[in-house]
């Protein structure tokens, strides 16, 4: 079998999650069943830490990446661009539900918990859930658009003004010498004042 043959067969096999994504009832949810087949085992073969952690981290890496990889993909092959059957994303949220919150020692329970918490959260697109896909233009980042992992917002460069470019110095001045004055326990009237020095930048460029 040639290379474009098994891609055929391997691209639906795991946007489906092994066909559970075609499922006539909760796909989704179906399809997030795999997300415990990956972290039970993985959590009873190795039960110390923190290597269960970073096995964990691993795998939602893994999901991530295929994810991300046949989105576009996905898009074309179910001529649609919120395909149901694609829920490949419903694994790596109940990944990186257990990888943040976990018992080591007790997969079964964990598991109890975080995969309908998991998916009431992906459900009811629990706050901010919704928002990230609204989220600023200058910020790129992966979030959860159209049940799939997108690039939602492109980085946009903005010119600024030099007001604008020495008021954000200023501000970074500011939060800098904070925390020098504390380091160095310094009383109120001997404690170093940016704002002062901004004034009398301000003076001299008159």
């Known amino acids: 079998m040639d290379q474009p043959a098994r891609r055929q067969i391997l691209r639906p096999l795991i946007a489906s999650c092994f066909g559970l994504g075609y499922s006539p009832i909760m796909p989704g949810t179906c399809g997030a069943l795999i997300g415990p087949a990956i972290y039970i085992p993985l959590a009873l073969l190795v039960p110390s830490e923190p290597t269960q952690t970073a096995l964990i ?29 694609f829920v490949t994303d419903e694994v790596a949220g109940f990944l990186l539900t257990v990888l943040l ?11 109890f918990w975080a995969f309908p918490v998991t998916r009431i959260i ?13 989220l600023p233009a200058g910020w790129g980042a992966l979030a959860e658009s159209n049940d799939t992992l997108t690039l939602v917002r492109k980085p946009i460069w903005y010119d600024a003004t030099a007001a604008n ?5 200023h501000r970074i001045a500011v939060a800098g010498t904070r ?8 009383d109120w009237h001997e404690q170093i004042m940016p704002g002062h020095f901004f004034r009398l930048r301000q003076a001299e460029q008159k």
């Open 179 to 186: 925390n020098l004055n504390r380091e160095l326990s310094l």
């Open 122 to 134: 992906d459900i009811l697109k629990v706050p901010p859930a919704r928002r990230l896909e609204k």
């Open 165 to 169: 470019r020495l008021h954000v110095l």
């Open 57 to 85: 981290g691993i795998a939602l890496l893994v999901w991530c990446w295929l994810t991300v990889g046949l989105g576009k993909w996905a898009e074309t092959y179910y001529q649609k661009k919120d395909s149901q059957v």
């Open 101 to 111: 919150f976990h018992l080591p020692q007790q997969p079964l329970l964990t598991t």
